[in-house]
């Protein structure tokens, strides 16, 4: 663990914050004790980091990651990129980073950075090279490769297993079902979720495989639930998507009216949000419902 740059981030974050050190101390510890971890001369109990990440605005795995991750600042961003590329589906560009970075030794020497190049290749071998076996398995691999036997999966892994979820959609959708079951069985586990959008992502898949399995009432009650934990954690994230997909479950169920209804308000959120994908599909639907 590197003392020195958790230290450093903490005074750096401080600094941001407009927070003088007595101001950081105040109910966590002494002055004296903030001084000396912003030097690095002692690291602070996990307590003691827990309350100064709370005062500081950020996850106190945050620390952790610094004080073990060479070039952390370098790893995020290329994290932010795959994710941006993984959800445009430039799955060719998403490729590349993975090629660029797999003999890096960020990655090839910590087990957490090479699980990300794992992942985003697993995807790519379904969606590019549609190499259902090598995909599955590197997906599962990736997960193993933090994973410990009998824990509860972490949010990353959650990810990963979402995204296997999501390949077995289109392939099996007996699979699929039985991953995001798994998913939401170790979801109720973890104590707390910095990434909200996972739950949001999994109430979504839910949906769409009762739909597939024309469970259609289940399907809308899923999709009722993401909503409305999207709007009490403040995220548009699938919401166009979840409003798209009432609708389209109303449509199967003959209630075209409010399969208006919600695909007008998903075309509303996808214009918010400029995402432009989805919104001449979205609008060609409207019309041919209108018309009916």
């Given at each position: 663990?590197?003392?020195?740059?958790?230290?450093?981030?903490?005074?750096?974050?401080?600094?941001?914050?407009?927070?003088?050190?007595?101001?950081?101390?105040?109910?966590?510890?002494?002055?004296?004790?903030?001084?000396?971890?912003?030097?690095?001369d002692v690291f602070p109990y996990?307590?003691?980091?827990?309350?100064?990440?709370?005062?500081?605005?950020?996850?106190?795995?945050?620390?952790?990651?610094?004080?073990?991750?060479?070039?952390?600042?370098?790893?995020?961003?290329?994290?932010?990129?795959?994710?941006?590329?993984?959800?445009?589906?430039?799955?060719?560009?998403?490729?590349?980073?993975?090629?660029?970075?797999?003999?890096?030794?960020?990655?090839?020497?910590?087990?957490?950075?090479?699980?990300?190049?794992?992942?985003?290749?697993?995807?790519?071998?379904?969606?590019?090279?549609?190499?259902?076996?090598?995909?599955?398995?590197?997906?599962?691999?990736?997960?193993?490769?933090?994973?410990?036997?009998?824990?509860?999966?972490?949010?990353?892994?959650?990810?990963?297993?979402?995204?296997?979820?999501?390949?077995?959609?289109?392939?099996?959708?007996?699979?699929?079902?039985?991953?995001?079951?798994?998913?939401?069985?170790?979801?109720?586990?973890?104590?707390?979720?910095?990434?909200?959008?996972?739950?949001?992502?999994?109430?979504?898949?839910?949906?769409?495989?009762?739909?597939?399995?024309?469970?259609?009432?289940?399907?809308?009650?899923?999709?009722?639930?993401?909503?409305?934990?999207?709007?009490?954690?403040?995220?548009?994230?699938?919401?166009?998507?979840?409003?798209?997909?009432?609708?389209?479950?109303?449509?199967?169920?003959?209630?075209?009216?409010?399969?208006?209804?919600?695909?007008?308000?998903?075309?509303?959120?996808?214009?918010?949000?400029?995402?432009?994908?989805?919104?001449?599909?979205?609008?060609?639907r409207i019309e041919e419902l209108?018309?009916?």
């Amino acid at each position: 663990m590197d003392f020195t740059a958790v230290g450093k981030k903490i005074k750096e974050l401080r600094k941001n914050s407009r927070l003088s050190q007595e101001e950081l101390a105040e109910g966590v510890c002494t002055q004296a004790q903030i001084s000396k971890i912003e030097k690095g001369d002692v690291f602070p109990y996990a307590s003691t980091l827990y309350q100064i990440s709370q005062k500081l605005g950020v996850d106190v795995n945050y620390f952790f990651d610094i004080g073990t991750t060479p070039r952390l600042d370098y790893v995020q961003e290329v994290f932010q990129q795959l994710q941006i590329l993984r959800r445009s589906l430039k799955f060719e560009e998403m490729m590349d980073i993975v090629r660029a970075e797999e003999h890096n030794p960020l990655f090839i020497q910590n087990n957490k950075n090479m699980q990300l190049l794992l992942w985003h290749k697993g995807i790519y071998l379904y969606e590019v090279k549609k190499d259902l076996d090598q995909s599955v398995k590197t997906l599962r691999e990736a997960i193993d490769i933090t994973n410990i036997k009998g824990r509860i999966l972490q949010e990353r892994e959650l990810e990963i297993l979402l995204s296997l979820g999501a390949i077995y959609f289109n392939e099996d959708i007996d699979k699929a079902l039985a991953v995001f079951e798994d998913i939401r069985h170790h979801l109720q586990l973890l104590p707390h979720l910095n990434n909200y959008a996972i739950k949001t992502r999994l109430l979504y898949n839910l949906a769409r495989v009762l739909t597939r399995m024309e469970r259609i009432e289940e399907s809308n009650e899923y999709c009722e639930d993401a909503i409305k934990w999207a709007l009490h954690k403040d995220s548009l994230y699938l919401l166009g998507e979840l409003h798209y997909h009432i609708g389209y479950n109303l449509e199967l169920l003959n209630n075209k009216k409010r399969a208006l209804e919600y695909m007008e308000k998903a075309l509303i959120v996808f214009e918010l949000q400029q995402d432009t994908k989805y919104i001449p599909f979205i609008k060609g639907r409207i019309e041919e419902l209108a018309k009916q």
